[in-house]
Structure formats: structure tokens, C-alpha cells
């Protein structure tokens, strides 16, 4: 998995090959075959694993609202640079309907959107939100923003603080904590 | 140049092929390498063709502040996704130090980021920008959240509307117009 995630990030789905893994790795192609019989397969294993990965490893508080959780959790990127341009990469490849990753991103894209609308609705029920901003904008901005702010700094990581930029967006669109 | 925009944005740089390119304009493989010697060549040239034509057919005006800039653009981006679509796989294809347009993109975000920041100082001089917001941090933040709206609207056209959420981001930096 960390070997075909190394290949997927530095070449696209589509510019990575299982002999690329399967060098990495040590392994003979005809073994990986044995483990997953497709590069799609390959490709699902992966961003399963990138998943569990980094919710685990992370450790991130889930049950604090969404400031704390997407906070902690760009905190925690920073380290992992890998697994954030794989993400980056994939999902820009996915584009394409044709993609074996397209249906596994326009479902986490809807899956992000609902969930961060309803911590920003929860927040709203505390008073937290400032005047005219709409939940459900705020949801697909929240998600855009960050994915957006990674790409830069996977492009130049001395000149972008991703974990800064959100934490001025909360507070453009939150009132200060009582 | 339309060709190879169209083959760039669907397969990506790496998985397009001189030869799909070719074929979809009609022309043998060795009359687009007197034109093109090389792969890095032809990418650069369709780089250069979406910048001179997104500006030049989007009748954008250019010196009415960032606010009136932007939202024109993205109003045009509607209509053209193919484009965006180029632009979204090429940008985080070029991640990786070793894709040729690494250079192309490193400079672009840094411009972008440059040009923003000045504009969102002009507003600040005028008194528009709202307390506490930073014009560096805003400008990266408007280049990133434009770059993932148009991610999730190319995998989801319904539910993502990006110039109206680039205007809700405007009103929560901008004190509103007097």
C-alpha cells in the first residue's frame, strides 16, 4: 500500500504501472497480480488505506465540531506530505468519468460537503455564524479551500500555511467563542 | 492546440498521447512533430493557448478591481469546462518536480498570489477590507478556494455553483461597497 501510494502520487493512476509498485515493493508483478488482480483494484485498495490511515494515525478528535476536527486534522498533513499530493493528485484525475476513481470522489465530495454543513448548522444553532452565511456555501467553500491551499503548498510549502489559512476563515465566518 | 487541450484535460499530460492528439486533428503523427519535437513542447504551447485565450475571449475587464475580475472569469469559466478541466489535471499532475510544467505552475500560483495580495491592499486602502483580514492569507485563500470549487463543480456541474460562492467569500473579507 505505501509503495503503490509513493508510485500513484509521484505519477497519476494513469502514469503509474503495477511493474512501478512491484519494483518498489521488491515483489514480481505476477505476486502483486496475486493481491489484486487489476490496477483499479489496486487503485480502491489504496484509497481505502489512505483513509483508515490517516483518520487513525491522526488522531483527531471527531466529536468537537468541525473548527477542532479540520484544524487538527491540516495540522497533522503538514507531516504527510505524500498521502496529501496522492489525494491531490487522484482526485484531479477522477475528473473523468471513465476514471476507476471517479465514483469513489464525487461521493467523498458529497460525503464532505453534508458533513461539514451540518457542523456549520450546529454551529449556527449556537448563534456562531455570522450574519448571511449559508451553511451549505460554507460546507463546499470549507472543502474547496483546503484542498485548494494544499495544492499550493504541495507546489511550494514555504510560502503557504494551510492550517493558518482555515483558522482565518472560521473566524471570517464564526463570531468569537464566548 | 483544441486537440491537445482536449486529449491533456481528459487523459492528463502523462496518460495523453502524441498519437491521441494526432488522431483527433487528423494528422499523421510525424506532420505534429514538425510542428511539436517534443511531448514537453506541445504541453507548454497548449499552456500558453489557454491562458491567451481564456483572457482574450472572456471580454474580462482587467482594471475595475479583483472583485469585478474575478467574478466575471469564473462566470465565464462556466462555459468553457474543457478548459478548467485542463488546467485542474495539468496543475496537480505538475506536483512532481520532474513534470514539465512544474516551472509553468510554480509561477502561476506565485503571480496569481502576487496580484491578489495587491488588490486586496488597494481595497484595504480604501478601507473595505474587513478587520483582521490579511491580504497575503486572503489572496492564497481566494486562488485556493476558486481552484477546489471548480474541482468539485467539474464532478458534480449541479451542485456547485462557483461564482456564487467566490461572492459569499468577497462579502465575508469586503465591508460592502458605500
New interface residues.
Partial sequence: MAAASQVFA???Y??GSFQDVANVVGMSQTSLLHYFPTKRDLLLAVLEYRDTKLVNESGVPLDEGIVCEVLAQSEYNVGVPGLI?LY??L??????PDHPG?AY??AR??NL?AGYAEGFRALASEGRL?P???PD??A??L???????Q??W???PG??DVP??LR??F???LTPTP
Wanted: aromatic share 8%.
Fill in positions: 509521484s505519477h497519476g494513469r502514469g499530493e491531490t493528485v482526485a484531479s484525475e477522477s475528473i473523468s471517479h470522489f464525487v465530495f458529497g460537503r455570522r448571511g452565511v449559508d456555501v460554507a463546499a467553500s472543502v474547496a479551500l483546503w484542498d485548494g491551499l495544492l499550493q504541495l507546489m511550494a510560502e503557504v493558518a489559512a482565518a476563515y473566524d471570517q465566518v
